[in-house]
């Protein structure tokens, strides 16, 4: 019978999610209107921005964690 | 006879949302289960769905009418501080990553359908679990309620009044429910989606159509410069950030301890399914956040509420400048966005009860077909419960309720989130800090006053989830989530209470969990129970595994 649930191999690159983990956290800095985009003041959009990033990082650290590679 | 605008809009709304009922009516043959007579099969979809089948159903059940409904009632009401939705679901994707691919593996070792069944494993009490499924049921009905009342809000819109067709559409949904288990809201959130995305490509094209995002948020520039409230406005206020930050965290954590949301990742295929889901869910919050944005929107083009109702913002905007079969669509994504999740909910208590209450109190020896029938009929009660709710209550009520159900779920994180980490902590501890954490949580809540506009109290007690600082004593215009100060109480005296009761050596309940269970993969391992009367024998993958 296989090992139950072995640990997974390269788990240190999931310290990369606390990039887009902390990404949104800093209100401070971007509340602000300028620069814009699209008309969009950058309070908005760069928290949407952050949506894009979240996918990326998440998705690479998938890539990178995942076993048998 | 001509046909009104209205008339079309109405009709467009009431066939779609007809179809879907339809589609959910089938979804009990959808990848034919052996049987739906077990929980396993009614209550996590026979934890069989893959990738793309999970997202929608995530999407579904996560981001609910209430959220496209008042997120953006919200940015047009107060600007700014409303949008911190989009943040708050951002951050919940990575943080998924992390969380709830240990809760896949752990209960799927174990057969786990709910997470009080986790506690009740990992700290070894039942009284506990208990604590933790009863706060998850009482979270989840009012927000249930709220997702009735979005709905109720676009028939208002629609000039559909009266008590009778919200109670159709619940009736119907209820049995859908019922029959089909998680597969019907799993089989109508793809169905949803396409709506939604013909929604979105629709406001994208209105907006490109009507001056761009620069005019709208110009528009709602100059009415928040002009209006009487200095909370409201483009961007925070000074100091506002300790409330929109604790807000967005505290909102991220309580996911993670909503019954619903855990629902939906129990019923992946494998940890890879999760983990893919935790990259791609993102996707929803750029929608999220287009939504929000329509709330400026809404400014721009002078749209007004009806009757007050900030609710209706939304449903108002689509009436006024999209063709009326396209708001009718419109209006059918959002009323499908609430029925979803109000099933999702419902199915996630009834399996709080069945398993954390039924089966360790009332009947141990429960059948897995005795827990399904339970869990269906505890599914209605649920539902109609919160009819009845919004229908002879004040629906502010629900409103309060809910924003009451999110401080109090996120009690229950020490246990249900911490736990996948850590088994130190004593289970009178956990309950004794859940407790405090609900106590403080409530007596918080009752301390924020609800102010108009202009600074007058309007309702002295639960107006809302955030907390002036000043009314603590301190000398600050800052706000903060009462849901954190609650649970920062709830900690320390979880903490405090298992060195006492460790130094006392009073024994702390067994841990029938076991290190790799935390890792265990669907191709790795068979299903394993830690107590004979879980699930009986380990039944054969059915549906969609048996095919692969």
């Known amino acids: 019978m296989p090992e139950l649930g072995a640990r997974p191999a390269r788990q240190g690159w999931r310290w990369l999610l606390l990039i887009p983990i902390l990404a949104p956290l800093p209100v401070g800095l971007y509340n602000r209107l300028e620069p814009q985009l699209w008309g969009v003041p950058f309070f908005y959009w760069y928290q949407v921005g952050c949506a894009v990033l979240a996918m990326a990082v998440t998705t690479l650290v998938h890539r990178l964690t995942r076993p048998g590679r | ?325 396209c ?21 996630a208590a009834a399996n709080l009860f069945t398993r954390s209450i039924y089966r360790e109190y009332l009947r141990p020896g429960a059948s897995p077909r005795e827990e399904a029938r339970v869990s269906r009929w505890v599914s209605l009660l649920a539902k109609f419960g919160a009819l009845v709710f919004i229908l002879v209550l004040d629906p502010q009520f629900s409103i309060e309720f809910q924003l009451i159900g999110g401080v109090i779920v996120l009690q229950t994180v020490p246990a249900v989130v911490l736990g996948l980490w850590t088994a130190w902590f004593h289970r009178w501890a956990l309950a004794a800090g859940l407790l405090g954490g609900l106590g403080t949580g409530l007596l918080l809540l009752y301390l924020v006053p609800q102010r108009a506009p202009d600074g007058r109290i309007l309702k002295a007690h639960f107006g809302g989830s955030n907390l002036p600082l000043s009314q603590l004593g301190f000398d600050s215009r800052s706000a903060v989530y009462t849901g954190l100060v609650a649970l920062a109480v709830n900690l320390i005296i979880t903490v405090a209470a298992t060195l006492l009761l460790r130094a006392l050596r009073v024994p702390a309940g067994p841990d029938a969990t076991h290190p790799t269970d935390y890792y265990a993969d669907a191709t790795t391992t068979a299903p394993r129970h830690s107590d004979a009367l879980l699930d009986g024998p380990t039944r054969p993958r059915v549906g969609a595994h048996a095919a692969r």
Not at chain 2, 113 to 131: I, K, Y
Not at chain 2, 189 to 209: E, G, H, P
Not at chain 2, 327 to 347: E, F, K, T
């Open chain 2, 1 to 325: 006879m001509t046909v009104t605008a209205r008339q079309v809009e109405i009709g467009v709304f009431a066939a779609l949302l007809g179809a879907m009922l339809v589609l959910g009516f089938s979804a009990a043959r959808w990848r034919r289960p052996h049987s739906l007579h077990s929980l396993e099969e009614w209550g996590v979809g026979g934890r069989a769905f893959g990738n793309w089948v999970t997202w929608f159903l995530l999407g579904g059940s996560m981001y609910t009418a209430y959220t496209y409904i008042a997120v953006p009632a919200l940015v047009y009401g107060v600007g700014a501080a409303g949008f911190f939705a989009v943040p708050f679901a951002i951050i919940t994707a990575p943080l998924a990553y992390l969380i709830s691919t240990r809760t896949w593996s752990v209960s799927h070792a174990h057969g786990f359908v709910t997470s009080a069944e986790f506690t009740r494993a990992r700290f070894g009490s039942r009284g506990l679990a208990a604590l933790v499924a009863v706060t998850g049921i009482v979270a989840t009905m009012p927000y249930i309620a709220v997702q009735l009342i979005a709905l109720q809000a676009m028939m208002k819109t629609l000039g559909v009044t009266g008590e009778w067709p919200l109670t159709v559409a619940v009736i119907l949904a209820s049995i859908c429910t019922f029959r089909s288990g998680l597969r019907a809201p799993a089989l109508l959130s793809i169905a949803k989606d396409v709506l939604l995305l013909w929604l979105v490509l629709a406001i994208v094209l209105l907006v490109a159509m009507s001056g761009g995002w620069s005019a709208a948020f110009r528009g709602a520039g100059e009415r928040f410069t002009n209006d009487v409230s200095p909370a409201s406005g483009l961007l925070l206020p000074e100091g506002g950030w300790v409330g929109y930050l604790t807000l967005v965290l505290g909102s991220a954590l309580a996911i993670f301890a909503y019954p619903h949301a855990l629902t939906g990742i129990l019923a992946a295929r494998d940890r890879a399914t999760v983990q893919r889901n935790a990259a791609a869910l993102p996707v929803y919050c750029l929608a999220l956040g287009l939504v929000a944005m329509l709330g400026f929107f809404a400014i721009g083009q002078g749209v007004r509420p009806v009757g007050g109702d900030l609710n209706t913002v939304v449903p108002q905007l689509f009436h006024e400048v999209f063709p009326a079969w």
């Open chain 2, 327 to 347: 708001a009718g669509i419109a209006y059918a994504a959002v009323g499908v966005a609430a029925l979803i999740p109000a099933a999702v909910m419902s199915i």
